[in-house]
């Protein structure tokens, strides 16, 4: 039932960023500027189609066929709800299926159908009625006319609009209660009248939107916007409302309240919706579409308690359970999972009161009348629970214990208990307590104690009973539990009506164990409000006169300026309590909450009535004046000169004391006396009361004499100082032992000495010195002689302890029971031993706590156990001041202790001392909670120093001692610091002082998290805050002269400096080596990640699949923006699939489908796989010679049914079956030992096999393969090796080789004929035939490739192809024939168009390419290195061409994608709507016009338009994205250098960058298009129409951009200039937010917030770009803004809500980049290279990407040499 996990917002919703919310909100509330009507007018059709998104099933709820059926649900639905309206008109309507039929039905049969709606018997006649006016006046039809609707019965406006909307489809404003909130909280209307209302926002809407609208902001009413309590935090149109913060704002806050979209199938339904399932549809399928589908609680059954009369009262309580932060159940954990933290929320009712005093229940309380409706209902994890009662219940607990409702979240109400004995019936509102606040008494005459209690200490049965209460003869019973208080020493029973309640829902819940309920005890009834008060007089003394007084002011200014306690408490940063405890006048101020006080006056308005001066005074007259009689027991603290008449135990050694002070002043020397004693023996007593106090009171031997105190303290040679200049008799040094516990120079403790020595030749000198420093203070000479005789504090006697027991009360006229003194004597010496000297402070606590709790004027054994004894006393009284903080207060006060501590020693030695901290050291809201420790008189204040009062806290309590050692190595890094900062200040904050880089990040937890900050005072977070910019000072520089570097091409140099760099951070480890490590860790890797990055960047043009997986490794290594950007790189190159083999030459043949591929390798291994689309499986390898030179040659042929492979090397030939697997030899064929085989080929028509050697060409005859007959070879001469071979499909064989000629032959079976041979005067290396034999390939050794067309025995040259860097090895036509694919020694292969012979890819290897062949969709190469490669022929290239391109427009959907360029069609068009992109036909200009370079495809694919050099426009609409016949309009006086087309495709700017004016042009379906404005702006470089076809904007060529309201085109308004610093070149408008960004010449994007256009204001920039940012544009969920920059780099940012982060820098291009483009989860872009290329956007697609298309790991040879300093490891 209690949620396990903080639920998050449904991911169907749009995120907003909550700081653009927030920064939105702020400007819209802003007074004095008003948004502009086009503002608002945007952003409200913004918000629209936000909603639109997010609710696209946003229809009515109610169901009906027709206009009827809806008129008539819709007046039934009033008061209640629609979907019981749903459940009830399917009978009506089959009962009166028309109006005609409900007029003539039977009233009583239409009541009894209705009744489930309640109010039936009314809506029955109101729907008669209504059904009669339709029969009389409108002949039985429902008007379509809203003035006619409006005169029917019970219709109104509202009801009209809602049946013209839906049933007429006549666009209407539905304003009901959620329609009217919102309008208003969106700003669109001030008005209350639903008239006025509807009148507003009809301005802001195109009417054909107006019933949409309608139904959506009903939903988001309903779902997100609340009318208590919005949903802010996960609204989506957070952003874009000016409320934004009347709901919370937190997003885990605000998801908990978004109970509809969290209901089991929402998300499955709207995916339905977005599919196009129609609402009819899916109600058929059992969708509950009115109501979600909703959570049942499984425990709402009833359970009765008693009966209640008729005039009961309501009332609700709070069952709030929470997890309980650092107080969890000791017991054991519960089997269902009831974790230790689980808790409840209770509170003990006030013994003052009247009615159940001090019992113990749930927070809650009577319903007030401003709790609402009582039937009004929410929505809860539970089902639907009573809004009243839940407001009631949570207002009442937070009127009682303070906390803070947003953090409770309500699952559910059980069902109201009937309670006679008050007559209520109480509602129980079951809740969770999501953000937990501060709870305690907020009005002490109402509640006692508020606390929480672990559920598991309630379930365990050894707390558990049967409370008993009789009332004459009747005894009641109910359950009980008695558990402990946590964070105190006292327990409670709950019992009665709460016990009853809690017993239940433990049960109900499946918590409860099985506990005896036989076992009775009487109910700890309190006596009631006129029983004798509980405090003696003398312990509570009555406030001083003017308390009343003061205390009533401020209440009075609190109520004149309507501030809550609450509210002041957060101003003043103050815990509630303490605040009601000033305005009650319980108690005061103390001095260290002076700032605080006056804070509270401020906020109250009191100082500018009096100075706080005044004020201060009245506090100070208003103070108890102390009596020394008020509490004669100090607790820790130590008896004070004040309290000599207190002080009891020691009179010997005072006596003792005394004498040798007095003997001293006549002695020589220095006149020093030490009195020593353990930890606790009391000296600090003996000093104060006996010495200070008692010696020197009248009578005394001391009376007279002057005297001054001190302790070291943290500047103990200042503090001497002092002292001696006050001239005293004698001084006291007490807590000598500091000056060597204390933080600081080893030359100190002698200084003070000396200094001590010098001033007891003029006075007496008495020390107090802890006995465990005795031998360090010996090694001082100036102490020597004074520890030669010391005063010892011993261990005490029985009487002596007996006095220090009884003597304080004795002396304020009270008495201590003998039975308690004896107990004490007991506890304190057992048996009869002495008193452990130690014990005393805590015996001083327990008498100070058994004072408190004592009732009477006799402490006794009860009060003292009360106390906590002796064992417990200080662990309860801190535990109780502790309790009595809220969580933050406790946070602080752990950082308070922790800082009154100190490491003294290392290793085991170490010890754990207290320090002295000076007030303005203490962390934030450490006043208070020194405040509230010191009352307690745990801590003491010393002038400005505080410090505990005693070390007995360090041992006894046990908290503190968790913290402590929790914390023990940052305390002792927290000193190492300390004294680093005392020497950066001594030094006047020298540079040089600071922390060094290398040591820094061993202290870079203390800067990150606050938690440690708080133990930090505030000059040694300065000191570490400046370390830390030095440190990044320092960075920034590296990375500034990296960069630098960088661009010299010398980066790995600087990298490896980074490295370094961060290796001497990671040396630098002394403490925290764990954490440092980390850090450590984390500067190598990324230095590692940059450094592959570059790596993969330098490779990737020989070699792309190594880059890609090194591209990778940089990223898993750390996702640095190199490491990302290299990724991300690696998908707009087209990197191949790879395949490892042996190195040396190999050879590919395959079969033009693909399903067969051979590779014959150096080895002597023949491959072959029978998938061309799976090559990383099923292959299947031939050993076919031994080893090398192993084979040179195979090829493939597919005849009758089989597939042959004919494959030769040195010496061999053999024939091959590869038809499946495994392979047969059929023939191996004698061609002679030494005979060099370079060429094989099979005869299209599966008739010859020939096979190249020396001099000639050797032929068999296959027709039996089985059984190949030898042929006459074909002589080509002598020395003439056979490279290459080509057989025809006519029996022509080619053969070519070092002849320097393509020798041909006419053959026929043994017949052959030589023909003319076609002279190449160089090495054949390579032949090919198109399929048909009309086309000839041979690559030369000359770096050329000549093509041939083949006409019977004509050959003549078609073509010749430089353009490699080395002799091509291997040639091969595609199966299409329409391009050839060539293998270059240069390590590329190549693919060229035979249409225009255009190189359309270039596929770089790292070796020789010896062999290329293009099948199915890929070219597959095999290369010297002997890696198999095979090349996905779609790439990431969409477009190439020789010239620049410099535009790129896509519409909406992505479908068609515009470029325009220098080539031969100005505007290129293709289809992305396929899986690959494919080029359209261009758009071409009208006969005798030019066209010029501009082209913009409209968003909705309709239309690209352009222009012409005579500036006109021209429109070719599309269909189906091929362009058809232009439409013309003359536009500007210059050549058209740039379109934009508006989201309807409406309307249309065209400018030049040359021209003085912009024009706007519209066009419709029934009107041609003509130009309607022009717009001035003087050279226009870049201009854009944002998302609502609203505002234009354009940057001319003066620095400006001006934005244009064209709302209405034909009459364009300018709204606002703005201004740069150099000439804007890009512009784009985020598409979901109202943002501008505008790329500079200068290489800076700077982001304008343009929700009012008529008020820009620059919102963030970026200058990462080196050159003009030419093209911008946001990603379609505007996170991202991409750039393409002339400094040869496209790139990505991530869009803040002010800034533009770096996300990636991509340079797979490596040219100047001229636009860019978002296509789907691409990002397009185009420059100077006329490259059209993609990147994947995110990283992680990327390495998906990479992953799937590596074939062959990086191997760990290759990663060593181009990994530097990172293990090998597996990447996917
Ligand atoms: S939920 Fe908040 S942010 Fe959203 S519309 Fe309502 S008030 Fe505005």
Redesign the pocket.
Known sequence: MVPTAVPRPPAHLRVVDPAK?RAG?ARRRRTGAPESPLALKRRARR?NAVLAEAYPYAVAELDFRSPYELLVATVLSAQTTDVRVNATTPRLFAACPTPRALAEADEAEIQEIIRPLGFYRAKTRAIRNLAQKIVDDHDGEVPGRLEDLVTLPGVGRKTANVVLGNAFGIPGITVDTHFGR?AR??GWTAEEDPVKVERDVAALFDPRDWTDLSQRLVY??RR???SRR?????????D????????P?DTAQ?AALLKYEFAPGREELLELFLAGRSRAQLQADGWPLSSGRQLRMEDREPWRIGQIDENYRRSAVLILFGALDDLPSRAAEHAEGVGRDLDVLLVQRAATLRSHPGQVAFPGGRLDPEDGDLHEVLSVPGGEVSAAHVRAAVREAEEETGLDPHGVEVLGALAPVPLPVSNHLVTPVLGWWRDVSPVDVVDHAESSLVFRVPVLDLIDPANRHTATVTRGRQTYRSPAFTVPVPGTASTVTVWGFTGVLLDRVLTALGWAVPWDTGRDLPAPLVPRAHDPPRRLPVASPPPGPERPRLAEQLSAARRRRGLSVRALAASCRLPASTIQGWLSGAHLPGPALREEFTALLDALGLTDERPAELWWEDVNRSRTPVRPDSTPYVGLRSYRPEDETHFFGRTAEVAVLGERVVRLVDAGGPRILAVVGASGAGKSSLLGAGLLGRLRAEGGPLHGWSAVATTPGLDPVRRLEDAVAATPDLLVVDQLEELWTGAREAEEPGRFLDRLAAASRDRVVVVGLRADFFGTASRHAELRTALERPVLLGALTREQLERIVVGPAEAVGARVSPDLVGVILRDVAPRGTEAGVGLLPMLSQAMLGTWEHARTRELTVADYHAAGGITEAVERRAEEVHARLGPREREVARAVFLRLVRVVGTGTSATVVRTPVLREELPEGGAAVVEEFARARLLTIDRDEIQLSHEALLDHWSRLSRWIEDSRRDLYVRQQLQRATQMWLANDRDPLALIPLGQLASFRDWTGDPRQQALLSSAEREYLAESERHYEDALERQKRSAREIERRGHVALVLLALAVCAAVVAGALGVRAERFQTVAETARDEALSRQTALEASRIRGESPNLASQLSLAAYRMAPTREGTSALIDATAVNAPERWLGPDGASRLAALDDGSVVARAAGDGLLSVWRDSDRLAENREDLAVVDGAPGLSDVDLLAVDGRVLAAVGGLGHVSLWDVTGAPARRLAGLDVGAGTPVNAVVLSPDGRQLLAGGRGEVLRWSIEDPGAPAPLPALALGEDADVLALAAAPDGTVYAGGTSGEITRYATDGARAQRLDPVPTGRVVRALDLADDGARLAAGLSARELRLYDVEGERVSRSGTLTDFGSWISDVSFTPDGEAVVAASFDQNAYVHRLSDLARIDSLPTAARVTSALRVGERVLTTSQDGTTRAWDRRGPVIHRQGEPVYQLSVDRQHTVLSAVGVGPDVVSLFDLSGEDPRPLPSPEAPPGETLWYAGAVAPDASLVAGGTEDGDVLVWPLDGGRPEEPERAAAIEAGITGADVTTDAGTIAAWSEVGSEIALLRRGPEAPLRRVATIPVPGTEAARFDADSTLFAAADDTNGVELWDVSDPAAPRRAAGLALDSVATSIAFSPVADLLAVGTEAGRVRLWDVADPSDPHPVGETSDALSSVKGLQFSADGTLLAGASGDKFVWMWTVGAADLDVYAALSASGDRMNDVRFVGDRLVATGDDGVVRSWLVRAEDAVEAVCANRGDPITEDEWRRHVTGAPYRDLC
Do not use: W
């Open positions: 919310a909100a918000i919102l909280r969106f988001h009413g997100i916007c609340h919005p949903a802010c935090g996960v609204c989506p149109v957070a874009l409302c000016p409320s934004y913060g009347e709901g704002t605000a």
